[in-house]
């Protein structure tokens, strides 16, 4: 039993197991970045239905419930603001919003926003929580990996700048395959799922169960995947030392 | 080991004995031979000393000539005889015809099957069977009673051909992905074999594995030598297993990244051929890495400084296809189908009952046709009528000829604009829109701007880059290829 007051106070973690709730974004915004600095960018940004697709509800329908629902146009917040001194563009995931699934409004606020980093030079944080693509948006969001992971590919590859990505709970689908997995360095919380495919997939394609804990955060560590596991009360402070770290950097003549 | 042959023998002389060391290994410890037949003995794993032993063995017994019955069981292996594929890893034998020309083609082991599969009818292909049963039993009719029907024959057949040709340009989605799964479709080798003059198939990630589910090789095209990358099925169900069904594991895409940098690196274009249900879906694959796999292909594909034209053959299956699809050019053949999510899957999901697997299809929009209406297809290669598996070769030409016109499009490019171009073609896919008057109860848990007036407009800031961008994206598309 955990009272929504103080488990808000201690970073939505219950102070017992350690084990990291699921936060929404908003929440995850408010305490990494410094006070009075934060600028939103593409508040608008909203997906359209272009399949027209309609199974149970229409996608339009769905949409507009979501939006009033979760009180979020979409399912990620994109910005820029200050952080403890550094000037960093982050952008969070919110899995609220139908599930975090990546359309095509998500794929263009993350690549619009790694594209004003390239121009500005700043460095990238994306919180990545998911459950894959947007399935009524079909193909389309199926293409937003490959669009978010060209503008990665111009950021990191020919500009050489600092991508870090934090996968939380739950990572799966088109953000592991894609931007979640392309991190200079990627952050995980304890306990986090991160996966590809499935528990349920993966149990059907094989026909046994799959072992307790597989695709949590401290598995993927152990081989090899990821790069730190880090509290959620430290996360603030690590990322800055992160970026002291890649900017002190004395051989820039490469 | 050794193999040892015995000829027959009409008298019942055996030998008992372990040819192995007392201490019994867990590989086969007895030897034996059956009498009476040819037989094969195998020696134990332990060397070349059992033969001396075997021989100085059945020595004594023919010396002895006694009565002395041994009987000699022959304890298999666990697991069975292992017969020595003769093909593995390359061809054993060779024979005359593979010494004349180009050796290439020994090395190739894909050979056409020894037998012809037998025809599988799609269901909505019955109106088909039964016809042709009506032709089949005419047939037997007149030649049985030696009447003429030749001109029912005649009537029968052209109905054949209106119904074949009535059901085949009309094909609905549903109806087009069977084609796209039809099991004797054929594989990306098929294509591959036919469209090139020479093939050499090029192997392994340098890192441990060589995914079966993923050809690579390089092969010449009119002159031109091209690195061909792909999924490939199985023709039949032995096959199917060998290939894992083309669902590659991470080692898959390691591979596929491998041969793609060295063909940019020596200046191959490169020619990619999906046709997978998926990426494979395993604990294994999950703890290599089959997310970041997929990644690292998805952003190296964007740095590759050749021509990539990328071929939907069959279907193609999410991040699985996309591993090896982000291309200069994206052609699908008439009946293939590129999908985010199965039909199936997205019917236990977004319908909560597999039984809706139809609807899915209908509403995702994945066939060839559509994707072009949406941008993100180049061409359609069309397919003749009967889809691919009834006439494999024509459809290879109609690739091959589509393929070709758009390679020499994209040969004339420089590196610099080739890639603005592919970044391009990827930038522009995606169905969003600037919402007017978005109620703000709708935003109300968007952290709001609080940064001062002095750190700048963020609309400004946005649409400048935007501005820069668009101006990027149409000089990279009109750039004029003979520049």
């Not at chain 1, 094989?206 to 790069?227: C, I, R, S, T, Y």
Request: aromatic residues 6%; hydrophobic residues 40%; charged residues 25%.
């Amino acid at each position: 039993m955990l009272h929504i007051k103080f488990s808000k106070q201690n970073k939505s973690v219950c102070e017992e197991r350690g084990n990291h709730l699921s936060m929404d974004s908003m929440e995850r915004i408010e305490p990494s970045i410094d006070p009075n600095t934060w600028i939103p960018l593409d508040e608008d940004t909203i997906s359209k239905d272009v399949l027209s697709f309609c199974d149970e509800e229409s996608y339009e329908n769905r949409l507009i419930r979501s939006q009033e629902k979760t009180g979020l146009p979409e399912a990620v917040q994109t910005g820029i603001g200050y952080s403890n001194g550094t000037l960093i563009a982050p952008g969070v995931m919110d899995f609220q919003f139908m599930g975090g699934s990546m359309g095509s409004a998500v794929g263009e606020k993350i690549t619009r926003l790694i594209e004003y980093a390239t121009q500005k030079l700043l460095p990238l944080v994306l919180v990545c929580a998911s459950g894959g693509a947007r399935m009524q948006e079909g193909t389309v969001s199926l293409m937003q990996m490959a669009k978010i992971s060209s503008a990665l590919h111009y950021y990191q590859v020919q500009k050489k700048l600092l991508y870090i990505s934090i996968l939380t709970y739950p990572t799966t689908g088109g953000v592991t395959a894609s931007f979640g997995m392309l991190g200079d360095i990627i952050i995980a919380e304890s306990k986090a799922y991160i996966a590809f495919a499935g528990k349920r997939v993966i149990e059907e394609t094989l026909g046994q169960k799959v072992p307790d804990g597989f695709q949590l955060a401290e598995a993927l560590f152990e081989n090899g995947l990821l790069d730190l596991i880090v509290p959620r009360i430290l996360i603030k402070g690590v990322l800055s030392e992160i970026s002291d770290l890649y900017s002190s950097v004395p051989y820039k003549k490469n | 080991m050794a193999a040892v042959i015995l000829p027959q023998h009409s008298s019942l002389y055996s030998v008992k004995t372990s040819l192995a060391p007392p201490a019994r290994t867990a590989s086969s410890s007895k030897i034996g031979v059956e009498t009476g037949d040819f037989t094969i003995l195998h020696s134990s794993k332990n060397g070349v000393t059992n033969d001396v032993q075997l021989r100085s063995i059945l020595r004594n017994a023919q010396v002895k000539r006694c009565r002395m019955y041994s009987k000699v069981t022959a304890m298999l292996k666990r697991g069975g005889r292992k017969t020595p594929d003769k093909e593995y890893p390359w061809p054993q034998k060779m024979r005359p015809q593979d010494l004349i020309g180009s050796p290439l083609p020994f090395l190739s082991r894909f050979k056409p099957l020894p037998q012809k599969s037998k025809p599988v009818h799609l269901p909505f292909e019955l109106p088909l069977v039964d016809i042709q049963k009506k032709i089949h039993e005419v047939r037997e009719l007149a030649d049985s009673t030696g009447m003429d029907f030749s001109m029912q024959l005649n009537e029968l057949q052209e109905k054949y051909e209106e119904v074949r040709r009535d059901l085949y340009t009309h094909l609905s989605p549903i109806q087009r992905l069977s084609v796209a799964r039809h099991p004797s479709r054929p594989t990306c080798l098929d294509h591959i074999l036919t469209i090139t003059d020479k093939w050499l198939e090029l192997h392994g990630d340098r890192a441990g594995f060589d995914d079966p589910a993923i050809i690579s090789g390089i092969g010449k095209i009119d002159g031109m030598s091209f690195m061909f990358i792909g999924h490939q099925k199985g023709r039949n169900t032995k096959e199917n297993i060998y290939r894992n069904f083309a669902m590659p594991t991470p080692n898959g895409y390691r591979k596929a990244l491998r041969m793609m940098q060295h063909a940019a690196h020596h200046g191959f274009p490169i020619l990619t051929f999906v046709d997978t249900p998926g990426a494979y879906a395993g604990i294994q694959a999950e703890e290599r890495g089959q997310g970041e796999a997929i990644a690292r292909n998805l952003r190296e594909m964007f740095g590759l400084r050749v021509p990539i034209i990328t071929t939907v053959i069959g279907e193609g299956g999410s991040g699985g296809a996309l591993a090896i699809g982000c291309c200069d050019k994206m052609l699908m053949l008439e009946n293939s189908v590129y999908y985010v999510a199965s039909p199936e899957a997205c019917a236990a999901i977004l319908w909560k009952k597999a039984a809706a697997a139809p609807k899915a299809t209908e509403a995702m929009r994945i066939t060839a046709h559509e994707l072009m209406k949406m941008d993100i297809v180049d061409d359609v290669i069309p397919e003749p009528l009967g889809g691919a598996h009834s006439d494999p070769f024509t459809t290879s030409m109609n690739m091959k000829k589509v393929i070709m016109k758009h390679m020499h499009e994209l040969l004339k490019v420089d590196p610099e604009p080739l890639l603005e171009r592919r970044f391009a073609k990827f930038r522009k896919i995606g169905a969003h829109q600037e919402a007017v008057n978005l109620d703000p109860r709708m935003k109300r848990k968007m952290k709001p701007r609080d940064a001062p007036p002095e750190m700048g407009e963020p609309k400004l800031l946005t649409s400048s880059v935007r501005e820069n961008l668009e101006f990027n994206l149409k000089a990279a598309s009109t750039a004029n290829p003979s520049e």
